[in-house]
């Protein structure tokens, strides 16, 4: 079973708690250096963007990288 982590994280100034797979977690913090971010300023890009839970939204926003080769 995969583990489940829960991080607390800024968003424009406000915290709020994001709770992903580890491996989603890894595949973003990858995803993040490689385009050279913080992981927080990505997940505010993906907050930007999003139209239902930031959780969702950014396991969707991983997949979409991975399956495009970014």
């Given amino acids: 079973m995969?583990?489940?982590r829960k991080r607390s994280v800024m968003i424009a100034g406000h915290p709020t708690s994001v709770t992903?797979?580890?491996p989603f977690w890894d595949a973003l913090k990858e995803l993040a250096a490689a385009e050279g971010l913080s992981v927080n300023a990505l997940i505010e890009r993906?907050?930007?963007?999003?139209?239902?839970?930031?959780?969702?939204?950014?396991?969707?926003h991983i997949l979409a990288a991975?399956?495009?080769g970014t």
């Fill in 2 to 4: 995969t583990e489940v």
């Fill in 20 to 22: 992903l797979e580890a």
């Fill in 46 to 60: 993906v907050d930007a963007t999003r139209t239902g839970n930031l959780s969702s939204a950014l396991r969707v």
């Fill in 66 to 68: 991975f399956r495009s």
